[in-house]
């Protein structure tokens, strides 16, 4: 082999094991990228119902925090025998023989234990409210009305929906 096809044939090869280095460090990269985007998925937030006291002065926030705290336990109780329910309801689908009617009962049932609580946290926060000012009721309203915030998973950070 002549000394210039081996200098041709060195440059090939350099280049073709650029390329491979190149795709493999590439591959890595976007894999190690990817992996980290679903980590920071972005992850519904604490609901309104709880963020609100942040809208409230700092005297009146832990008043709220309180006021919420054993409606909460109860609420939390009873959401997670909602959510049992609608899993067995779900499982009605796969019996044979299939009974729509049993399905659709089971899943009221869950919403309806889903809606007692709900009731029962709403209602201890107007009743809290009734002790609030015009301003404080306003700003409380406004952290009510809006959608849950969604927060990055890892770090924390609490971003607005938008």
Known sequence: ???????IALFISLAVNLFAIGAVVGGLVIGVRMTEGRQMAMRPGPPPIFTAAES???ARQDAYRQALLA??????????QASQARREAWEGLAKEPYDPA????????????????RSVLETRI?????DLSLEERQALA???????????????ERLRER
């Open 56 to 58: 409230l002065p700092e």
């Open 142 to 156: 406004g952290a009510l009305s809006q959608p849950p915030r969604r927060q990055r998973e890892g770090r924390g």
């Open 71 to 80: 409606e909460a336990r109860e609420a939390r109780q009873a959401l997670m």
């Open 1 to 7: 082999m002549s000394p210039r096809n081996l200098t």
């Open 102 to 117: 049993t399905v659709q009962r089971d899943l009221a049932a869950a919403q309806a234990i889903e809606a007692q609580a």
């Open 126 to 130: 107007v009743t809290f409210a009734e």
